[in-house]
């Protein structure tokens, strides 16, 4: 049921996988997510669903492999079954006619943010995107992003590729340019938090999305609490889409701190080490010079 | 006279594996024992069990060791004989004429006995009829598959809906491997496909599969038991910090991940030093799992030993395999280092004193007690909430002052048209029994409702 039909390698660590889910895909809206069981009895991935194609009956998966987990789903060739995908799960993202509309992402999140400027451009809105990373080799879906908005900007951190500088930098310079109506972020704390604190001062709306440690996606576990206006929510629940302004971001850093330290071992070095040609010697030679 | 006791596993093996630790009777003392069974014309044993399950009558096949027959006597009031023979909470037996006397017959374990040597030659049933109205069941707890069992047997086609990658919702997440083996559960629920339920994993009613649709379907009638919400967020400072979990998140892992993950991803995630808020089974459950991951556990509890778990041979286990109790301690604030982890629990003491002198005495908290745990890890298990869930999904529906569903007291339906609900949706249940029963009775009333609308 769950086959995966096509791969393709975006970036460095970062996959694409199409897979066969026909329960899902008709239902699936943007900003939603699944959650991902590649073994029987294995670990369990929440990932946000990017595209649906209803023809091929397929929705389309973008990952970093970061551990054990998304390792082992990187691995699965074209052809191969993954045990179970349980979704679409959280809420679909608030699309409405706003205007001009910033959607910032940076990382892994870029992958998050496209559906959404999809959506928000199918909607009527001037879609601004701001993608970034740390260097040229993490960004992906460029050209993907490029079609989806109506300009691009692109940043990164070292300058090897487009302008230096970070994603909330970018923005901010955007907000002083242009008329913006609403701001969409979804990326690692810091820079959510200081995008809306910059929105917050011109007072515009501010949506961002949560990924914090998500477990069981039906709100039984409470493994991705945070806190919206003082009251404790669920992000698989409730969210993953909260409004940028309510959100207490102190909480929410403390909680992504302790599930970026809670993943799994990442003793995955020899299987990379295979992969590439010459990496195993490379590696080897490595501990020999440590030593 | 005593009641024999079940053989156990030794603790020293135990401790070390999730195998379960309760062995159940032999054939030998499964005959004696129910030959001790005085066979009451009216039997309190019957009265007192929530199913009404004809245990004078099962007992009475079990004296020549007869287990088939007795599994199929069994049979016809429930379908969870392996589960309730394991984990339930045994109201027969407390109310045995022999209680009082010298000690009840161990009608729980001679139940197990009848479903571990009896299922294996239970012959296929015999299909029932299936030509009757299509009934969605949501939810494949406890209280849902007993549901969905009683009305297959009517002759309805019942399709259950679960949202999980496995069906048995509480018993087969809830509850760990040492004290319900997932296969007993899903033997269980084998004989219940047996049956002819459709069960669909992986469908998660209102997302995948709507309300609308069912109708289009030609479903006549809705039965939710989507149980009880998530864990109940336990009104204590800290308790964002890393290292804080809730049970269930710990239970749920321990039930689907192989024992090597288990080991690999707890073994990371939990520290060596850890403190269970709680006093349910969930916290018990918890602990014990912990120590067989090589870990030092206490369970804080702010009352008296005797209050925590259900069962008080369960206690005893946690006691010899090495889990401490820290009672009469409760705990104030999870304090926490500057990276954001745990660092330990502040506890203060509690006594009963009688402060006004008017003899009411009742726990309050000793003056300058307070001292800190050392530990790295909080695990809460403080119960669970009533389920949001129904709510997003039907924000129309009528609830009581607590949040559960409204329902009518004999049919069991909603405020909403062709909608019914059962099991913790609709009450509180604080053992599985309860919910099964509750869904019995949700059967029995939507079979009422079917046969007088045309």
């Given at each position: 049921m769950y086959r995966i039909i096509n791969k393709q390698i975006l970036a460095s660590d970062i996959k694409r996988i199409d897979v066969e889910a026909p329960l899902i895909v008709n239902k699936v809206l943007p900003g939603q997510f699944v959650i991902v069981i590649p073994e029987e009895k294995g670990s369990w991935i929440p990932l946000s669903v990017i595209d649906a194609d209803k023809r091929k009956n397929t929705i389309t998966l973008i990952f970093k492999e970061s551990g054990e987990a998304t390792f082992h789903l990187g691995m699965m060739p074209i052809g191969d079954t993954i045990f179970s995908i349980l979704g679409p799960l959280g809420n679909p993202a608030t699309i409405e006619k706003y205007g001009v509309v910033v959607c910032a992402a940076s990382g892994v999140a870029i992958a998050?943010?496209?559906?959404?400027?999809?959506?928000?451009?199918?909607?009527?809105?001037?879609?601004?995107?701001?993608?970034?990373?740390k260097t040229k080799r993490e960004i992906f879906l460029e050209a993907q992003m490029r079609l989806a908005c109506n300009q691009l900007f692109l940043a990164t951190e070292d300058a090897s590729y487009a302008r230096k500088g970070k994603v909330s930098k970018v923005v901010e310079e955007l907000l002083g340019k242009e008329q913006v109506d609403m701001v969409y972020a979804i990326g690692p704390v810091d820079m959510m938090k200081t995008i809306s604190q910059?929105?917050?001062?011109?007072?515009?709306?501010?949506?961002?999305?949560?990924?914090?440690?998500?477990?069981?996606?039906?709100?039984?576990?409470?493994?991705?609490?945070?806190?919206?206006?003082?009251?404790?929510?669920?992000?698989?629940?409730?969210?993953p889409e909260f409004d940028g302004h309510k959100v207490d971001f102190d909480y929410l850093k403390v909680r992504m701190n302790a599930a970026a330290k809670c993943r799994q071992p990442k003793d995955i070095s020899v299987a990379r080490a295979l992969q590439e040609p010459g990496g195993l010697v490379k590696m080897i030679s490595g501990i020999f010079k440590e030593t | 006279?005593?009641?024999?006791?079940?053989?156990?596993?030794?603790?020293?093996?135990?401790?070390?594996?999730?195998?379960?630790?309760?062995?159940?009777?032999?054939?030998?003392?499964?005959?004696?024992?129910?030959?001790?069974?005085?066979?009451?014309?009216?039997?309190?044993?019957?009265?007192?069990?929530?199913?009404?399950?004809?245990?004078?009558?099962?007992?009475?096949?079990?004296?020549?060791?007869?287990?088939?027959?007795?599994?199929?006597?069994?049979?016809?009031?429930?379908?969870?004989?392996?589960?309730?023979?394991?984990?339930?909470?045994?109201p027969c037996e407390a109310s045995c004429i022999l209680f009082k006397e010298s000690a009840a017959v161990g009608i729980k374990q001679l139940e197990r006995f009848a479903s571990d040597h009896g299922r294996k030659k239970l012959s296929l049933f015999k299909k029932p009829h299936?030509?009757?109205?299509?009934?969605?069941?949501?939810?494949?707890?406890?209280?849902?598959?007993?549901?969905?069992?009683?009305?297959?047997?009517?002759?309805?086609?019942?399709?259950?809906?679960?949202?999980?990658?496995?069906?048995?919702?509480?018993?087969?997440?809830?509850?760990?491997?040492?004290?319900?083996?997932?296969?007993?559960?899903?033997?269980?629920?084998?004989?219940?496909?047996?049956?002819?339920?459709?069960?669909?994993?992986?469908?998660?009613?209102?997302?995948?599969?709507?309300?609308?649709?069912?109708?289009?379907?030609?479903?006549?009638?809705?039965?939710?038991?989507?149980?009880?919400?998530?864990?109940?967020?336990?009104?204590?400072?800290?308790?964002?910090?890393?290292?804080?979990?809730?049970a269930e998140e710990i239970l749920i892992e321990v039930n689907v991940y192989t024992h090597a993950l288990i080991k690999r991803i707890l073994g990371k995630k939990l520290g060596q030093h850890i403190a269970v808020l709680g006093a349910g089974q969930a916290a018990l459950d918890c602990a014990r799992v912990c120590v067989r991951l090589g870990k030092t556990v206490s369970i804080v509890h702010h009352g008296t030993e005797d209050e925590i778990g259900l069962l008080p041979d369960e206690r005893e286990f946690a006691?010899?395999?090495?889990?401490?109790?820290?009672?009469?301690?409760?705990?104030?604030?999870?304090?926490?280092?500057?990276?954001?982890?745990?660092?330990?629990?502040?506890?203060?003491?509690?006594?009963?004193?009688?402060?006004?002198?008017?003899?009411?005495?009742?726990?309050?908290?000793?003056?300058?007690?307070?001292?800190?745990?050392?530990?790295?890890?909080?695990?809460?298990?403080?119960?669970?909430?009533?389920?949001?869930?129904?709510s997003l999904l039907f924000p129309k529906i009528k609830?009581?002052?607590?949040?559960?569903?409204?329902?009518?007291?004999?049919?069991?339906?909603?405020?909403?048209?062709?909608?019914?609900?059962?099991?913790?949706l609709v009450e509180a249940h604080k053992y599985a029994v309860e919910a099964m029963a509750s869904g019995k009775k949700a059967a029995l009333a939507l079979d009422g409702y079917l046969k007088n609308k045309v």
């Amino acid at each position: 049921m769950y086959r995966i039909i096509n791969k393709q390698i975006l970036a460095s660590d970062i996959k694409r996988i199409d897979v066969e889910a026909p329960l899902i895909v008709n239902k699936v809206l943007p900003g939603q997510f699944v959650i991902v069981i590649p073994e029987e009895k294995g670990s369990w991935i929440p990932l946000s669903v990017i595209d649906a194609d209803k023809r091929k009956n397929t929705i389309t998966l973008i990952f970093k492999e970061s551990g054990e987990a998304t390792f082992h789903l990187g691995m699965m060739p074209i052809g191969d079954t993954i045990f179970s995908i349980l979704g679409p799960l959280g809420n679909p993202a608030t699309i409405e006619k706003y205007g001009v509309v910033v959607c910032a992402a940076s990382g892994v999140a870029i992958a998050s943010i496209l559906p959404v400027c999809r959506a928000l451009k199918e909607a009527g809105n001037k879609v601004l995107g701001v993608i970034g990373a740390k260097t040229k080799r993490e960004i992906f879906l460029e050209a993907q992003m490029r079609l989806a908005c109506n300009q691009l900007f692109l940043a990164t951190e070292d300058a090897s590729y487009a302008r230096k500088g970070k994603v909330s930098k970018v923005v901010e310079e955007l907000l002083g340019k242009e008329q913006v109506d609403m701001v969409y972020a979804i990326g690692p704390v810091d820079m959510m938090k200081t995008i809306s604190q910059l929105t917050k001062e011109e007072n515009i709306k501010t949506r961002i999305q949560v990924y914090s440690n998500i477990h069981c996606g039906m709100g039984l576990c409470g493994s991705c609490r945070s806190k919206v206006e003082k009251k404790e929510v669920l992000s698989c629940l409730h969210g993953p889409e909260f409004d940028g302004h309510k959100v207490d971001f102190d909480y929410l850093k403390v909680r992504m701190n302790a599930a970026a330290k809670c993943r799994q071992p990442k003793d995955i070095s020899v299987a990379r080490a295979l992969q590439e040609p010459g990496g195993l010697v490379k590696m080897i030679s490595g501990i020999f010079k440590e030593t | 006279m005593i009641q024999p006791a079940p053989r156990i596993q030794i603790v020293k093996k135990r401790s070390k594996n999730f195998q379960e630790v309760s062995l159940g009777y032999s054939k030998k003392i499964t005959m004696e024992e129910a030959r001790r069974c005085p066979q009451c014309s009216e039997p309190a044993c019957r009265e007192a069990c929530p199913l009404g399950i004809d245990i004078p009558g099962f007992i009475r096949l079990l004296r020549e060791g007869d287990a088939l027959k007795a599994l199929e006597k069994i049979q016809l009031d429930s379908y969870f004989a392996g589960v309730c023979g394991r984990i339930c909470h045994a109201p027969c037996e407390a109310s045995c004429i022999l209680f009082k006397e010298s000690a009840a017959v161990g009608i729980k374990q001679l139940e197990r006995f009848a479903s571990d040597h009896g299922r294996k030659k239970l012959s296929l049933f015999k299909k029932p009829h299936q030509a009757g109205k299509k009934i969605a069941v949501i939810g494949s707890g406890p209280s849902g598959l007993t549901a969905a069992a009683f009305l297959l047997k009517m002759g309805y086609q019942v399709t259950v809906f679960e949202s999980f990658i496995y069906p048995g919702g509480v018993l087969f997440y809830g509850v760990p491997e040492f004290r319900l083996p997932n296969s007993v559960v899903n033997q269980d629920i084998a004989s219940i496909k047996d049956l002819g339920a459709d069960i669909r994993l992986a469908t998660q009613f209102g997302k995948n599969v709507t309300l609308e649709e069912l109708k289009q379907q030609d479903y006549r009638a809705v039965l939710l038991a989507m149980g009880s919400g998530g864990a109940y967020f336990f009104n204590i400072p800290g308790a964002h910090f890393g290292g804080v979990y809730f049970a269930e998140e710990i239970l749920i892992e321990v039930n689907v991940y192989t024992h090597a993950l288990i080991k690999r991803i707890l073994g990371k995630k939990l520290g060596q030093h850890i403190a269970v808020l709680g006093a349910g089974q969930a916290a018990l459950d918890c602990a014990r799992v912990c120590v067989r991951l090589g870990k030092t556990v206490s369970i804080v509890h702010h009352g008296t030993e005797d209050e925590i778990g259900l069962l008080p041979d369960e206690r005893e286990f946690a006691k010899e395999e090495g889990v401490r109790f820290e009672v009469l301690a409760n705990p104030l604030e999870i304090m926490g280092n500057n990276d954001g982890f745990v660092s330990g629990l502040k506890c203060v003491r509690m006594d009963y004193a009688d402060p006004d002198g008017k003899g009411d005495w009742a726990l309050i908290p000793v003056p300058d007690s307070e001292f800190i745990l050392d530990v790295d890890t909080i695990i809460i298990a403080a119960g669970h909430k009533v389920n949001e869930a129904v709510s997003l999904l039907f924000p129309k529906i009528k609830k009581t002052k607590r949040g559960l569903l409204k329902v009518d007291e004999k049919s069991q339906a909603t405020s909403l048209p062709e909608i019914f609900a059962a099991g913790d949706l609709v009450e509180a249940h604080k053992y599985a029994v309860e919910a099964m029963a509750s869904g019995k009775k949700a059967a029995l009333a939507l079979d009422g409702y079917l046969k007088n609308k045309v």
